[in-house]
C-alpha cells in the first residue's frame, strides 16, 4: 500500500498516509493529527536511481568525485 506524505500549514507537523490509489483518487479526508487541522498540503519527496548496468571503468563519477569511484556512483 503507498505511504503518502503530508505537511500540516498550521502547525508544520509532517505525517503520514497508508491508503491504496483508489481511496487516494476517491479523496482522503484528511486532518493534521497534532492540532486536528484540515488545511494540509501532500509534500512530494525525492527519487534516487541507481543505474547498475554501466560498468565502473566506463562511468565518469558523479559530479562531487569525478570519476574516482565514491560510494554514491559505484
Known sequence: MPTYE???SDCGEKFEIFATFE???KGLKLKCPKC???KVSQVFGSVFIINKSSSSS????CSSCNGNSC???R
Open 6 to 8: 503530508y505537511i500540516c
Open 23 to 25: 481511496e487516494k483518487e
Open 71 to 73: 560510494s554514491s556512483c
Open 36 to 38: 486536528e487541522s484540515k
Open 58 to 61: 566506463d562511468s565518469k563519477g
